[in-house]
């Protein structure tokens, strides 16, 4: 079982800067493609970013040119950098991985709040 556990969520303005952060289980790099979604009230959670073992990227686009997916493995965590945030970018940020995980990923966190003001 696969542990996942987000932080790094919070309130800012237009134009703001913030770094998600998801620690993981142990050797959860070396084994499934990794994730972040995100649901804002009223919508359907969607897919935002996703990462390979390889460090293949992707990115919605949305997100594309304002948002920086990485990781750490020597920490096991999985990081959103998020630049230029826009009052649209307020949701729930989750972090999953495995499965297919850019359309039915197989283990979720319990998501962090993303807030941004106008």
């Known amino acids: 079982q696969v542990q996942l556990e987000e932080t790094g969520g919070g309130l800012v303005q237009a134009g703001d800067s913030l770094t998600l952060s998801c620690i993981a289980s142990?050797?959860?790099?070396?084994?499934?493609?990794m994730a972040w979604f995100r649901q804002a009230p009223g919508k359907e959670r969607e897919l935002v970013a996703a990462?390979?073992?390889?460090?293949?990227?992707y990115y919605s686009d949305a997100v594309q040119g304002r948002f920086t997916v990485s990781t750490d493995k020597s920490k096991n965590t999985l990081y959103l950098q998020m630049n230029s945030l826009e009052p649209e970018d307020t949701a729930v940020y989750y972090c999953?991985?495995?499965?297919?995980?850019?359309?039915?990923?197989?283990?979720w966190g319990r998501g962090t709040q993303v807030t941004v003001s106008s």
């Open positions: 990462i390979t073992w390889t460090d293949s990227t």
């Open positions: 999953a991985a495995g499965g297919v995980v850019t359309t039915s990923p197989k283990f």
């Open positions: 142990e050797g959860t790099f070396n084994t499934f493609a």
